[in-house]
């Protein structure tokens, strides 16, 4: 009987000095839900006011969302006409701050002056209707070249502010070369 007791208390020992094995879990920071080719209306009021094109979308679990593969907006106005477009390599929405960020080749254009602004990173606030940044912007129109750092705008591109402008080109319109006849 000793020799079992022995046996059982030994046996113990050796089971109360295991060490043990802590598991460390790492906490899934990705995305909650991938979608791909995105063709999204957004309306107010039965007025579609944006599209949004994606060709993916990762939504995140804080509900910020994420297009890695590229972004493209066509912006309405109220009456359901298209007032300007943005195209950027990368976009951003950020939902507890509700703006958008494009990033990377952006270029925005007015459709109804045909202005064009590029630079590398846009910022869009949709419920002030503007767009803003604090990058070097190029802004083309029909007859200029404007440049400079940081810019203030509406949404439909109608109205912009570069905040430092750096420099204006005129563009010469190009005719058939004049002759004179003698």
């Not at 999204?40 to 990762?58: C, E, G, H, P, Y």
């Not at 976009?91 to 602004?117: C, H, P, Q, T």
């Not at 949709?126 to 604090?134: G, M, N, V």
Request: one cysteine or more; proline letters at 4%.
């Amino acid at each position: 009987m000793k020799k079992i007791a022995l046996v059982v208390c030994l046996m113990s020992a050796l089971c109360g000095c295991k060490e043990q094995k802590k598991v460390d879990h790492e906490l899934y920071d990705g995305p909650e839900v991938t979608m791909r080719n995105i063709d999204m209306l957004v309306s107010d009021s039965a007025i579609v006011k944006l599209r949004l094109v994606a060709r993916t979308q990762l939504q995140l679990a804080n509900q910020d969302r994420d297009f890695p593969d590229g972004i493209y907006l066509r912006f309405y106005s109220p009456i359901g006409l298209v007032t300007s477009t943005l195209v950027a390599d990368k976009g951003y929405y950020f939902s507890k701050e509700d703006y958008y960020k494009a990033e990377g080749n952006v270029i925005m254009r007015s459709l109804f002056s045909g202005d064009e602004l590029s630079t590398e990173l846009l910022n869009w606030d949709p419920a002030k209707e503007q767009i803003y940044t604090d990058n070097f912007v190029t802004i083309k129109t029909e007859d200029e070249v404007m440049t400079g750092e940081g810019l203030e705008a509406s949404q439909n591109f109608e109205e912009y502010t570069i905040l430092k402008p750096s420099g204006t080109m005129s563009i010469m319109p190009v005719g058939p070369a004049e002759t004179e006849d003698n």
